[in-house]
């Protein structure tokens, strides 16, 4: 098989392994990329594992990579609590644009949304203190999770 030879499929599949599976494995199966993991150790013990899923403002978030993103988040509350004290796990929405002069942050473990602006996008992504705005009406660009998804991700979880 010949890996991600057009400009479409460099731009449709992130790596070769995804064309792979994309072309050869069951597609009763969802498959994702996540754009960064950032680990920071910190003297006190406290550590932190941040995931990001990156987006630009004209990008939606497909409904099967929010699913699984949805997932995670409730694995990672539960982690967060019960199981790893000195490493808290962190999952973002990020959507911006170069130069990144203005973010717009989903944090999907607790919903929180806000816009960084200037420095505090770069003091986020150091672990370093930021200013944000929150989003008390949030209607940004921020990709939000598809309505048929969401009363079925509230009833999984609510539920228990």
């Known amino acids: 098989m010949d890996y991600r030879k057009t400009t479409t499929e460099l731009k449709y599949y992130a790596s070769d392994l995804n064309k792979y599976i994309g072309k050869e494995c069951s597609r009763k199966m969802s498959v994702i990329n996540i754009d960064l993991c950032i680990y920071k150790e910190k003297q006190n013990g406290n550590n932190i594992l941040r995931i990001i899923e990156s987006k630009h403002s004209n990008e939606d978030i497909p409904e099967q990579q929010l699913k699984i ?9 539960w982690v967060n609590k019960w199981i790893i004290k000195n490493t808290e796990f962190e999952l973002f929405v990020i959507t911006a644009d170069p130069p990144y002069d203005c ?46 998804f969401e009363s079925e991700h509230q009833k999984r979880y609510t539920e228990k």
């Open 69 to 77: 993103l949805m997932i995670l988040a409730e694995l990672f509350k």
């Open 103 to 148: 973010a717009s942050i989903w944090n999907l473990i607790n919903n929180e949304k806000f816009d960084l602006r200037n420095t505090n996008f770069k003091h986020f992504l150091e672990f370093k203190n930021f200013d944000h705005i929150p989003k008390e009406n949030y209607e940004s660009s921020t990709p939000k999770m598809p309505r048929m």
